[in-house]
C-alpha cells in the first residue's frame, strides 16, 4: 500500500486546514487509517483514527472537539479536517494504514511521507 499525505501548510492560529491521504496499490477499506505527527524535537504521536469500517473514530485528548477524521472508500482517501489550530499542532503529519490496533504506531504497517503543518501565533 503506497500512501501520499498532503494539505498541509502554514495558517495562522484559529485557521483550518484540510488534510488528505491518497491510498494505491492495497485494498484501502480493509484497512484501518490513523493520523500520527511529529513535532521538532518530539517523538511521534497518534492523533486520530478511523476504523476499516469508518464505524468508529478515535482522537488524541488534545486535538478532540477540533479535528475530524473521515474516509472516502471511492476515492481511496483518509481526510483529517482540523479546526481552531493552535502553534502547538505545528507538526509533520503522517498518515498510516494497518490491520490492528489503532491508536499506537505499532499498530500500522504503511506509512506517508507526511505533509508539514506550521501555525502560527
Known amino acids: 500500500v503506497q500512501l501520499q499525505a498532503y494539505g498541509g501548510g502554514l495558517v495562522q492560529a484559529g485557521g483550518s486546514l484540510r488534510l488528505s491521504c491518497a491510498a494505491s496499490?492495497?485494498?484501502?477499506?480493509?484497512?484501518?487509517m490513523g493520523w500520527f505527527r511529529q513535532a521538532p524535537g518530539k517523538e511521534r504521536e497518534f492523533v486520530s483514527a478511523i476504523t476499516w469500517s469508518g464505524g468508529r473514530t478515535y482522537y488524541a485528548d488534545s486535538v478532540k472537539g477540533r479535528f475530524t477524521i473521515s474516509r472516502d472508500k471511492v476515492k481511496n482517501t483518509v481526510y483529517m479536517q482540523m479546526k481552531s489550530l493552535k502553534p502547538e499542532d505545528t507538526a509533520v503529519y503522517y498518515c498510516?494504514?494497518?490491520?490492528?490496533?489503532?491508536?499506537?504506531?505499532?499498530?500500522?504497517?504503511?506509512w506517508g511521507q507526511g505533509t508539514e503543518v506550521t501555525v502560527s501565533s
Open positions: 498510516a494504514a494497518g490491520l490492528t490496533l489503532v491508536v499506537v504506531s505499532r499498530g500500522y504497517d504503511y
Open positions: 496499490g492495497g485494498t484501502f477499506s480493509s484497512y484501518n
